[in-house]
């Protein structure tokens, strides 16, 4: 099905979108049935792309490269919500729209989103040498993180209960696939490819290293005022409060704040108020499983 023969939505307050495969990997059908236009995008060789598994700390990178980009100018970065600075490039949603015309409606240099593990990326981001930011954070406080998320977004499958939620995420039965598969995806890729790999663990540590770690990957130079600023600017509380980075901006039919607000706690570790004893021993052992051999390692508490 083409883009524009897409008819809204008109979700109403607890309906969900549907989900199905696209190679193995679930998406929201409006994904699914636009993949051939999504798979053939093109990319800019000036393209900056976000890319993370959900719940990883996108919209808080997003929030670090615009102020970068501006220079500081918060006034700037506050000129529309995340999801209209940042085309998402896979996603469909149609009461707001398409990543896709979003994106092809956009100047350069643009700032896009994507959410896809590396075998689904379009070829021509990786052809076309554009430069990539991957966030990666700890398996445990990600899935707490996106069970809160799907519980507040109708763009999502109902999570069923925790438990049920916990097994899915394990098992990759979720929108986006394994996070095991997809952090280890584009650890691979990125001494093949320009990719800033990096945690959000250590982003709550040390900000100012990560964000400089940025800024010198975007080619820019900023003084230590300004890094100052986007620090603070960038912080948990501050984004919370801002109506430009927080979401609110969304009609609540797709997402409810009440019921959990997207910037939810922002913290490393949160997941040991979740996991049973039984939940960590199970998780710990898959784990091992899933991710023998990789270099890749993860800290799950500060
Ligand atoms: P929690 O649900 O654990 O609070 P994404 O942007 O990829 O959807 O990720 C959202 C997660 O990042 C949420 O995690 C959110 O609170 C957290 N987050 C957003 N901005 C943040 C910031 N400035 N500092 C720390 N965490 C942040």
Redesign the pocket.
Known sequence: MALKEMKPLNLKRNERIDVDYIKGILQPTPTCATWDDIWNFQAKPDDLLIS?Y???????TQEIVDMIQNDGNIEKSKRAPTHLRFPFIEWVFPPIGSGLNQANAMPSPRMLKTHLPIQLLPPSFLEKGCKIIYMARNAK?NL??YY??HKMNAGLPDPGTWEEYFEDFLEGRVCWGSWHDHVKGWWDAKDKYPILYLFYENM?KDPRSEIRKIMEFMGKSLDEDTLDKIIYH???DI?KKNPMANYTSVPGEIMDHSVSPF?????VG?WKSYFTVAQNERFDEDYKRKMMGTTLTFCSHL
């Open positions: 993370t959900p719940k990883a700390g996108t919209t808080w406080d707490v993180s809160h998320f709550k960038t912080s948990f984004m910037m939810r706690k922002g913290a949160d």
